[in-house]
């Protein structure tokens, strides 16, 4: 088949090196030159496992093409995939800026043959509908069109897999033709298929994201309940999700969750819910202890670390991904620069995107233990697995105090005493 996807970030990209590998053309659109030339020289931009090589191979192949032009390839395209961002406004909902400005180009430049136009964008209940009637104003008389809502659920870091290994694909659409084409489309990727109409679909995404936030907030206010009556979270969390009913993922405590699709979507759903005058007060409390586990952190290290120098490991909101979209490091850095402390950080792929915002007022290192050395104490905020196994009697002989403030509970607390470490973790005593 021959598809078009608009928007080449960690969805875009990602889906399409996935389809050309298949064997099928497709055409990646993007708005900035400097990107594209980029792309075509198979450099993805983002970081992402496993992708460079993807496209490269399929670059080599002759199965993607990356271009500004919507003519020739709309045109050729059976199913086109919109993957734009939709970040947050100031009041939580979407904003469908850029997906409404691609579906007018998409549409002028539609043939007189089905041509299925996919939201693979996270967009609002009712967007699907919204983007039915902008096609039929903007399409030439004889373009024949269908619109799909498809949402995405692969997670950074694991997205190739995720991709081909989805636990089901979404695929929402009045049209039984959309549908048959997207069947076809999809039929080498396992997983269940879910076929239901536009709203659904919608409404799918945003249930999801917003029960795996309030997994992570449950996790968190469990963590303050244990630190306060000294019981291990560790322990209690790994019985509680052995119950089939509950499982045990996403129910890990830390400094809160972040990236590009957790806040903005519980925020969104927030947001829908106003406008559907439900009391969303639920989501409400998963957002403020979101808060919560990052403000008690901070004042777990501003109130026990020895001096002002810290060094802090991991800056991406979560392992194996660049992305520091809302990633809770952002806040933490910043409030503990305004509380006066001094800060080295390492990441092993995110600070690139981090030192934009920070510049001079961080510290940056090319290695873990460099960001570690004559610091006072070490923060955990990102728990890549570099960090997992380091050298810590090393760490140890050049810090200038033995202090480790684990957002992330990756090192075992006895341990940690038995090597001489003052280690500060969550919901642990
Ligand atoms: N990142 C994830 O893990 C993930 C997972 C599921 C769903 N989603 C959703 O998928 C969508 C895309 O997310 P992402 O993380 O890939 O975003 P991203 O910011 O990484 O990529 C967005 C892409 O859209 C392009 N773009 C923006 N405006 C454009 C325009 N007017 N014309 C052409 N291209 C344009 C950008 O250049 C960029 O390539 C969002 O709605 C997001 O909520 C993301």
Redesign the pocket.
Known sequence: MTITI????????ITACVFADFGNKVWV????KE?LARLKKGDPI?FEPGLREMLQKNLKARRIFFTDDYENSISESEIVFI????PPKETGE?DLT?VI??VRKVAKNLKNKLTVICC????PVGTNKKIETIIKRHKSRSAEFAVASV??????GT?IYDTLNPDRIVLGSDSKKAIDLLIKLHQPINGKRIITNLVSAEMI?YASNSILATKISFANLVSFYCEKAGANVTDVLNTVGLDNRIGRSFLYPGVGYG???LP??VKAFLNIGEKLAINSKFLEAVEEINKTAMDNFIEVVSKNAPGKKLGILGLSFKPNTD?IREAPSLYIIDQLLKQGFEIKAYDPAAIINVKKLFENRVSFKNNLYDASAKTDAILIITEWNEFKQIDLSKIKKIMNHPFIFDGRNIYEPDLMKKLGFKYFSIGRP
């Not at 608009?6 to 990209?13: E, R, T």
């Open positions: 608009v928007g080449h970030g960690y969805v875009g990209l659109i993007g708005h900035t990107k983002i993957a734009v961002g939709t979407a850029n400005d691609v693979k964008s996270t967009v949402p995405e659920f692969l997670r950074e997205g995404k990236g590009s699709c903005k979507d992305d």
